[in-house]
């Protein structure tokens, strides 16, 4: 399930970005050839009729809107071909519009990824409500190797019915209890497979410093908890101002966050890429859809921030050159953009190593 739950979320972000892409260009009467879905070998497809391609291909790692005419990277058009077009079908083609429309096309498809962030935003906002508490429940959750709880037999969704002859109701009353009586054995009836047993358990005795620096000690089991966590409805205006905002902060921590790699205050090693994806995307299905559409939104984000890097190849690549042209008042020559497109190219594939082996990495360890 870890690949289907990968490939629902990147399918839909990357046709949410390339239909940000799509729908400017038809905005701006540019024909599109291509609408795919991926890259490679064409698993399905169909034609509409506007003359657009609309396919599924092989590799599912992105995709591609091709405006017709297009020959280069740059959407530009040889002599020889511009000479062959028609008024008509020239004035279909990317390469024919000036920089702001160009700009708008190639901007559009990350602006698309951040209302699509706002949409999600908004709806879990406005249907589910706000976080507003959250309810430790006395339910295993996991138990770490080696530690009291291990040693004494707890498995994964023990469900504790008492503590010290204490009914439970909150796991704050366990907790409660591992800390007062650290240093002594505690009694705990524990229901599992609809059977009820006793388990007999001391805390681990660990050291900690206070606020003021003094050792304490405490108790710990060793165990997590499941949690729940209730919502608060707070309207529909509230809803779109909460996810406009939201939007922003999450935007602007990634921004930093990316920043702070490339300025070495971070370590690279933090980059993931498909196969982190694909795991951050299977644990929060397995939580639930809101917390699964939180995962599609954040991923969202950073798919449409990363966009407008200015790197060669991206959308923000894209942007620099057409900036560059609006100072210049000049077309950039073909050779200069071999060179810049390879760069872009460069980057991408060390990009693409580097997220890659950090992947393998924590995978291996």
């Known amino acids: 399930m870890i690949l289907v739950w990968f490939l629902i979320l990147l399918t839909i972000i990357v046709f949410v970005h390339e239909l940000g892409h799509y729908l400017a260009a038809r905005l701006n009467g540019v024909r599109v050839e291509i609408f795919s879905i991926g890259f490679g070998k064409e698993l399905f497809g169909i034609n509409d009729n506007l003359g657009t391609r609309w396919k599924i291909c092989l590799i599912p790692l992105g995709g591609y809107v091709k405006f017709f005419g297009d020959a280069n990277l740059a959407s530009n058009l040889p002599a020889k071909q511009i000479n062959n077009l028609s ?3 020239l004035n279909k083609t990317f390469h024919n519009k000036n920089l702001k429309q160009k700009a708008f096309i190639v901007f559009a498809g990350p602006l698309a990824n951040f209302l699509f962030t706002i949409f999600i935003f908004f709806g879990l906002y406005s249907f589910k409500g706000v976080p507003s508490d959250i309810i430790l429940l006395p339910i295993i959750e996991n138990v770490l190797e080696d530690s009291a709880a291990y040693k004494a037999g707890f498995k994964k969704n023990d469900k504790i019915i008492s503590a010290d002859n204490k009914i439970i109701d909150n796991f704050k009353d366990v907790k409660d209890i591992i800390l007062s009586k650290s240093h002594q054995e505690i009694n705990f009836l524990i229901q599992r497979d609809n059977e009820e047993i006793i388990i007999i358990a001391k805390p681990d ?3 900690t410093l206070d606020k003021n620096g003094t050792k304490i000690t405490t108790g710990r089991m060793g165990f997590t908890v499941q ?11 509230k ?9 922003y902060l999450f935007t602007l921590k990634t921004f930093e966050g990316i920043t702070q790699i490339i300025t070495g205050k971070r370590s690279a090693s933090e980059l993931g890429g498909p196969i982190m994806i694909a795991s951050v995307a299977s644990n929060a299905a397995d939580k639930g859809l809101e917390s699964y559409l939180f995962i599609m939104a954040i991923i969202s984000i950073n798919l449409g921030l990363i966009n407008l890097f200015p790197i060669p190849l991206l959308d923000g690549g894209h942007l620099l050159l057409y900036g560059v042209q609006a100072v210049t008042k000049t077309e950039i020559n073909d050779i200069v953009l071999k060179y810049y497109y390879g760069i872009g190219l460069f980057v991408l594939i060390a990009l693409m190593v580097l997220v890659n082996y950090n992947d393998l990495i924590k995978q291996l360890n």
Request: aromatic share 8%; net charge negative.
């Open 205 to 207: 005795i660990i050291e």
């Open 87 to 89: 008024s008509e079908e």
């Open 227 to 237: 949690y729940t966590t209730i919502y608060e409805s707070i309207g529909v205006k």
């Open 239 to 247: 809803s779109i101002i909460k996810s406009l905002k939201d939007t």
